[in-house]
């Protein structure tokens, strides 16, 4: 059975966005820090921020933010109350193992995002640079892209559909737009 076959099943009608990525490539990394830090205090609604960054001995260190763990956070102790309205005295108790429960879950895909960038950073990322990967809704463009300004070159590429296919989408487009880039 196709994954993705079973994100469509469960999907809402409201589930459905467009999501952009950007990547930015940097000589360094605090140029790409800086970058990273003024889209985190840009105010618009990111879904995911992690810099990338290999030192002149060869050494990948990423940064991320948290966003992973808040939304998981976030939706499961959501799912917690919507259970806890069925027994009404529970809702304090659903909800909060709810939020316990997406917070870890959340914090374990955290964990797991930063070994995938960092290994797939080792072999994309030169000495002594760094990238900077932002995901964001669509609607948030207008107030994202324009804080990135120390990028040497930056893509921006769009996905549309149920939150993690659009972002595998749009993450999958701005990496084929930066490879055709070339060194």
């Avoid at 955290?110 to 002594?128: D, F, I, S, Y």
Wanted: with cysteine.
């Amino acid at each position: 059975m196709n994954p993705a076959a079973g994100l469509k099943i469960l999907s809402l009608p409201f589930d459905n966005e467009t999501t952009d990525v950007l990547i930015g490539s940097y000589l360094s990394r605090d140029a790409a820090h800086d970058d990273y830090q003024a889209a985190l205090a840009c105010g618009a609604y990111l879904h995911g921020a992690i810099v990338v960054a290999k030192d002149l001995a060869g050494t990948v260190t990423v940064e991320q933010s948290d966003h992973m763990v808040r939304e998981m956070a976030q939706g499961l102790g959501t799912v917690g109350f919507l259970t806890g309205l069925a027994v009404f005295p529970l809702i304090p108790l659903t909800t909060g193992f709810g939020a316990v429960v997406g917070g870890v879950v959340g914090g374990a895909l955290h964990l797991a995002t930063e070994t995938k960038v960092k290994g797939q950073g080792a072999t994309t990322v030169p000495l002594g640079c760094a990238a900077l990967i932002l995901a964001f809704p669509r609607s948030s463009a207008g107030t994202v892209e324009p804080v990135v300004t120390r990028a040497v070159s930056k893509v921006t590429a769009e996905g549309s559909g149920h939150h993690v296919q659009a972002l595998r989408q749009a993450l999958g487009g701005a990496q084929q737009q930066m490879a055709a880039m070339g060194p």
